[in-house]
């Protein structure tokens, strides 16, 4: 029984393969090769698809779990052209007078696929 259990641990620890992207437990730090490139533009017939949709679900899980208001695709992993942004009821954070001072409101999980700035 003991040598069993110090047999998996010893796997677990060693010999464990690194996660493969998306990432489900943490955000991509500085230094990562995916945040080095730019991301890719998502093809419009895998944008309905189960991956870019359990995709955005990692990511507005992790968003959640890590007490972000955005997340950008690359951030886990994925070079894609994809974020995710939630902004709290300000009204939590802010008094009425700033609030309409700054013309801020309530973002609920808006999800952006291929954005384009427009200059």
Known sequence: ???RFIKRTYNRMFLAKDP???YASHVVQIGDPVLR???SPVPLEKIGT???QNLIYIMKSLMKKSNLIGLAAPQVG???QIFVIHF???SHYFSKEEILLKGMEHV???VWINPELMF
């Open 108 to 110: 609920e999980n808006h």
């Open 1 to 3: 029984m003991a040598l």
């Open 78 to 80: 994925i070079p894609f």
């Open 88 to 90: 709290p009821r300000p």
């Open 37 to 39: 490139n730019k991301a």
């Open 20 to 22: 493969m992207p998306p």
């Open 50 to 52: 189960k991956e870019v």
